[in-house]
């Protein structure tokens, strides 16, 4: 997905739920339920899953370990297969014995542990490296959620949603948000790194803090571009559009001795 795509995204979603027919929902729409937000410094959710290997947990089992979780699921083309690479690459720098890295499937209802099981291979992750969960449908989305992703099944076998990955520092809390896909794992290392109190990169924070300040104006970066790049590039643009304007200016208005 592009820039420009993931500008409308948002509206495009917001559209599609106002305009649905009633019939679409008429099994059962999974906004009639009450589902209480989780914010930043609010403690995750005791939701049960089950892993790629049929293992149950909760991410509340993380036994003092930093969580950094995401949300994907299996028949996705798309953003899906590049964050779970990144998470894949993410464990060069996070440690099992003090992080934990999860992605959660916005399908439950199709993305079994077997499904779960079979996409991990095909990208290299392991239960040990990177947890894929899934669980009972209707928990597993109010999961999804509280914490702020929003999904849409196209009836396509294609599910509209907002990109969001959380981490949950060692005390079981939501520490911080990341509402695109374009962090680099550099970047997202070290703010796990720092909530964990060890020691971190401070110019990958930054460039990551940068990055989310672009993303909440203009839709973020989504194949991995560094905050740092996106704004010299915001920047650049800025001057060329002064420049152009400085001379229309000079040609519309100046008078020639």
């Known amino acids: 997905m592009n820039r420009f795509a993931a500008i409308l995204a948002g509206p495009i ?3 599609a739920l106002v305009l649905a027919p009633a019939h679409a929902f008429a099994a059962g729409n999974p906004f009639d339920a009450h589902v ?3 914010n930043v410094g609010d403690g995750i959710p005791s939701t049960r899953f089950v892993d790629q290997d049929g293992r149950h947990l909760t991410l509340r089992d993380s036994s003092g370990r930093t969580v950094v979780l995401s949300f994907i699921y299996t028949r996705c083309t798309d953003e899906c297969p590049l964050v779970t690479q990144k998470f894949v690459r993410l464990r060069d720098s996070l440690s099992a014995s003090k992080f934990v890295l999860a992605l959660v499937s916005i399908d439950p209802a199709h993305d079994t542990p077997v499904a779960l099981r ?3 291979r095909h990208h290299g992750a392991d239960a040990a490296s990177v947890l894929m969960l899934t669980g ?4 597993v989305l109010a999961f999804a959620r509280s914490l702020g992703v929003s999904t849409l ?3 396509r076998g294609e599910i509209l949603h907002n990109n969001r990955t959380i981490i949950v520092g060692p005390d079981g809390a939501v520490a911080d948000t990341v509402d695109e896909s374009g ?4 970047e997202l290392a070290a703010q796990a790194r720092h909530i964990a109190q060890l020691r971190s ?10 990055g989310k300040a672009v993303a909440a104006v203009c839709g973020g970066s989504q194949f991995g571009r560094s905050g740092l790049t996106d704004l010299l590039a915001i920047f650049g643009i800025f001057a060329a559009s002064a420049a152009a304007l400085y001379w229309v200016t000079r040609k519309l208005f100046l008078v020639s001795p």
């Open 13 to 15: 979603l917001l559209l």
């Open 36 to 38: 209480r937000p989780v």
């Open 118 to 120: 079979r996409y991990a």
């Open 136 to 139: 009972r449908p209707a928990d």
């Open 153 to 155: 099944d196209n009836g």
């Open 183 to 186: 962090w680099s794992p550099r």
């Open 201 to 210: 990169d401070p110019m990958a924070r930054f460039d990551l803090a940068l």
